[in-house]
């Protein structure tokens, strides 16, 4: 009992530097922008604006895809397909939506094929790309790194095949309330992620699949001789994490309208990764934190946010991603965190010995 | 005394370690004959076609020397492509922008890319952070600085950078007595000789030197060769460190190649450096790869792509999924591989008893 609550301490610590982080940053953005925090209610859109609000709606697509992620780094590996299935997901449903020249001479508010098939073929398809890579995992016992890396390279020839290499446009406007509409006076990316996060969590939390998950991800075959079905497990959460990719690649190409198979979800892998990581879920596998990830995934957008109101060129905002987050990790490591965990038991020694005298 | 020498090289030759590369070779020779079957009237056989992959993928497979040896480390370093890239930026600016000397931008970007190597080497290794998180980091930070120098391409423009890379040796033949270029006219240029020196100077290191048989030794099982005292967070380190080197030399080489610095160039070559790297037989998990493998890593990456441009009617985008079916085909036979060897080596007790 009392060894179970220490490991959840050290958990605790892990997630306190990222809150940490996140809050000096909004601090500084608070310094640079005194009315950062400002809130406003647009009747026209009904929807609420602001920073706040455009730091959760913008980190959305990584969020939903870092949930999937998360898992997938539990298990001990990483899958880098994740962006390219962001691709291939706004290629379809591009392709059943696009804007057809010889009908129409400006993008209106029509489909070619019904709507449910521009919302469901993409993410069927990444579903069974998540398989796919499930399947070269779990039966081919492949590293993920290097199973995901086949999609990785292939994805995005796929996307562009699938659209012939063209870039389509739609004014279709069901699509457009995605990525761009409001509900419940929120942006709807924000309440999709909302959902994907209830969904994923009691998925995870409230059934023994998240015990299942971290089982293998410390020992695959101790967690196999226990009666796990190990492979199963991987195919469910790479499943898992292929149809978030293709949820997030739809708020992608609703945002922009369009399909863009070579910029669509570029570096999506790198950031969920990222956020798994600065939300304090260990790359070797074991243990997970979905309210990390979230934390994590938001940490990223406001640095990014940051950057934007220094007025700095929005590529070099990956410098300052990169500073912030080496710290974030530096922190976090071992040994840093073993240092401090020394030096203060030291001094809580100390103090207790001044008592005693 | 021949006979024993002959014998020796064959077993040498035979021995299973190599079946990795045998199988790219044969691969690549595969893939080969049968462009020169479809293309062969087209000119795919000729010696410039040949040289070509070499000029077009010099800076991959120098970037793949250093990342050979990470890999065979069990390590990663995703920070190859943005390094590269910052030097040609450094290079673009220093020469174009403030009128450096391009050994002293060279000399400056080596300081920069070993520096960076060698950091995320001791992060890597002293403060246990994942290879693979802190070079994700590594080239974030490059990229970053790339375009905070600049976001638009800056060309090259110094009498010494083009004396470089207009430098030609071209291929000669003997002709009633006189040397003429052959044709169509092959030449191999600065490039592409680094490009053999670096594969060299990696085989050399890893099969004659202390320093490389400690990185077998760290990639087969890290605590062993700790326990061994072999000094694994030094090597480690300079690993990292010497992949820099190659990041920076990429990166030089890519500027001569197309003679302009750009914060976006070598988006995403860090994979295509790891997937030359992987179809050249060097395994993900560490202790097993060669240099010459990676050679004709490289070169069958860019192979595919020439069979594209060849065929004429293929749209480039086919060559992505070529690669990655290709990658897929390695790691299957990889897999089998791995798994033969290991059968045989449970079965060996078993046979003792």
């Known amino acids: ?357 | 005394m021949m006979k024993t020498k002959g014998r020796s090289l064959t077993s040498r030759l035979t021995n299973p370690k190599y079946i990795m590369v045998y199988a790219t070779v044969g691969i690549f020779l595969i893939i080969y004959l049968f462009g020169a079957l479809a293309y062969g009237d087209k000119g795919f056989t000729t010696l410039r076609t040949f040289m070509n992959m070499f000029i077009d993928n010099a800076y991959y497979g120098i970037s793949a020397v250093g990342m050979t040896m990470v890999l065979i480390t069990g390590g990663i370093d995703l920070s190859v492509g943005a390094v590269a890239s910052l030097t040609g930026m450094f290079i673009a600016y220093g020469t174009s922008v403030l009128g450096l000397h391009p050994l002293v931008c060279i000399a400056f970007s080596l300081v920069v890319g070993v520096g960076l190597g060698l950091l995320m080497g001791w992060v890597i290794h002293y403060l246990n952070v994942p290879p693979f998180i802190t070079t994700l980091t590594g080239m974030f930070l490059a990229r970053g600085v790339c375009s905070l120098i600049s976001r638009e391409s800056i060309e090259i423009k110094h009498p010494m950078m083009d004396a470089l890379a207009g430098w030609k040796i071209y291929f000669m033949k003997l002709q009633d007595g006189e040397w003429v270029r052959i044709r169509p006219s092959a030449f191999i240029n600065f490039n592409v000789i680094v490009f053999v020196v670096m594969i060299i100077i990696g085989t050399v290191i890893l099969q004659k030197t202390r320093f490389g048989r400690n990185i077998y030794a760290i990639g087969g099982n890290e605590q062993s060769a700790k326990l061994m005292g072999l000094p694994v967070g030094r090597t480690k380190v300079l690993v990292y460190g010497f992949n820099g080197l190659c990041s920076v030399l990429a990166g030089v080489t890519y500027a001569l190649y197309v003679k302009s610095g750009w914060n976006l160039s070598l988006q995403g070559a860090e994979l295509d450096v790891i997937t030359c790297a992987v179809i050249g037989g060097t395994l993900l998990t560490g202790g097993v790869g060669y240099m010459i493998g990676t050679l004709f890593g490289v070169l069958l990456k860019s192979i595919i792509p020439a069979l594209i441009t060849f065929n004429g009617n293929l749209l480039s985008w086919w060559g992505k999924i070529a690669t990655g079916l290709l990658l897929l085909l390695f790691i299957c036979i990889q897999k089998i591989v791995v798994n033969a060897t290991g059968r045989k080596k449970e079965k060996k007790p078993a046979v003792k008893n």
């Open chain 1, 1 to 357: 009992m009392k060894k179970r609550f220490d490991i959840s301490s050290l958990m605790r610590s892990k997630l306190t530097w990222a809150v940490v982080a996140e809050a000096l940053i909004l601090l500084v953005c608070l310094i640079v922008r005194p009315d950062f925090f400002k809130i406003s209610y647009q009747p026209s859109t009904g929807m609420l604006y602001g920073n706040l609000i455009d730091i959760v709606n913008r980190s959305s697509e990584i969020t939903i895809i870092a949930m999937g992620m998360t898992m997938v780094i539990a298990l001990g590996g990483t899958d880098l397909s994740v962006g390219a299935l962001v691709a291939v997901a706004g290629a379809i449903a591009l392709k059943f939506m696009r804007w057809d020249v010889t009908v129409y001479n400006t993008p209106g508010d029509y489909t070619v094929y019904p709507f449910v098939l521009a919302i469901v073929v993409p993410l069927l398809v990444c579903i069974a790309m998540g398989l796919f890579n499930g399947l070269l995992i779990a039966k081919g016992g492949m590293q993920p790194i290097i199973a995901t890396l086949i999609l990785m390279v292939c994805g995005r020839g796929i996307a562009q095949i699938v659209t012939n290499g063209k870039q389509f446009t739609t004014g279709y406007s069901p699509f457009r309330v995605i990525g761009q509409g409001s509900m419940f006076f929120l942006p709807t990316p924000i309440v999709i992620t909302v959902i994907v996060i209830v969904c994923v969590s009691l998925f995870v939390r409230k059934t023994a699949f998240g015990t299942f998950v971290e089982a293998v991800g410390v020992n695959r075959s101790a967690a196999r001789l226990s009666g796990i079905n190990a492979q199963m497990v991987i195919f469910i959460v790479f499943a898992l994490t292929g149809f978030l990719s293709g949820i997030s690649g739809l708020i992608y190409s609703s945002r922009i309208m369009s399909n863009d198979s070579n910029n669509a979800g570029l570096n999506y892998e790198m950031d969920a990764i990222l956020a798994v990581v600065i939300g304090g879920t260990s790359m070797t596998g074991g243990k997970f934190s979905l309210a990390g990830t979230v934390l994590g995934s938001i940490i990223i957008r406001t640095i990014v946010t940051l950057v934007y109101y220094f007025g700095i060129a929005s590529e070099a905002t990956m410098a300052f991603k990169a500073v912030i987050i080496a710290v974030v990790i530096v922190l976090q490591s071992e040994p840093v965190r073993e240092a401090f965990a020394k030096r203060t038991r030291a001094r809580s020694q100390l103090a207790g010995g001044g008592a005693v005298k």
